[in-house]
């Protein structure tokens, strides 16, 4: 149980182009999914916290324009890298709360993002 | 002062070994305590969680001394399958932010040789 999906695992786009990584929760309902960032030999980086229905809390140096947080649903939560830049590139992994556990987190396997 | 501080390594120890990880955290209000396992372009995957009174898992024991803001990670008996990216990981009070928020060190890289 509580498995989390991320799609696409790996993507490649040009300088400019935008794109969408989104999140699944596939056997439980997730009130609450996370965003984070993980360069190179670097740790995660917490981006922003989404809860369902709601905006996204986004961190502090985290663009809230060029990353655009949908949680449209319990089990799906999407990442938009708007205008993206080859700075851009590195891994985004979701993680899923959930509903009436909101201190476990389940991860998914993690997309990785290189921008020519 | 990062708000969760380990010893980057790396560990590079031979198969039957016992290896040991520290951690520090700054936040002294933190209220739930993880040690993950990342290996190589994966997500982290939880390794067990840290109780006051310590715990132990197989050949992992975790410590916490809450006094001294430090987290442990023992690892007996090293195996090749133990090689890694370990992570101390600290659920941390944040007054603006949400209680549930984790916050990751930047890992400990453990290779377990032949």
């Known amino acids: 149980g509580a498995v989390v999906s991320q799609h696409p695992s790996r993507v490649i786009c040009k300088s400019g182009t935008s794109v969408k990584i989104e999140c699944r929760s596939l056997d439980f309902q997730a009130t609450t999914m996370f965003w984070y960032r993980q360069f190179p030999k670097q740790s995660l980086m917490l981006m922003a916290t989404?809860?369902?229905?709601?905006?996204?809390?986004?961190e502090q140096g985290v663009e809230k324009d060029k990353f655009l947080i949908n949680h449209a649903s319990l089990t799906l939560s999407t990442l938009t890298v708007t205008s993206a830049h080859p700075e851009d590139s590195s891994f985004y992994i979701c993680s899923a709360s959930p509903k009436g556990s909101p201190y476990e987190q389940y991860f998914g396997p993690g997309t990785r993002l290189t921008v020519t | 002062r990062k708000e969760v501080e380990q010893d980057p390594g790396p560990f590079n120890v031979p198969e039957g070994a016992t290896v040991a990880f520290n951690c520090t955290y700054s936040n002294s209000a933190s209220q739930s305590f993880f040690w993950y396992r990342q290996d190589c372009r994966k997500e982290p995957k939880l390794l067990m969680s840290?109780?006051?009174s310590g715990n132990e898992d197989g050949r992992f024991t975790a410590q916490l001394n809450r006094a001294s803001q430090y987290i442990s990670l023992l690892i007996r008996d090293s195996k090749l399958s133990d090689s890694a990216t370990y992570l101390c990981?600290?659920?941390?009070?944040?007054?603006?932010?949400?209680?549930?928020?984790?916050?990751f060190g930047s890992g400990t890289q453990l290779t377990v040789l032949p």
């Open positions: 990981v600290v659920n941390m009070y944040r007054p603006s932010g949400s209680a549930r928020q984790l916050t």
């Open positions: 989404s809860n369902e229905g709601s905006k996204a809390t986004y």
């Open positions: 840290v109780y006051s």
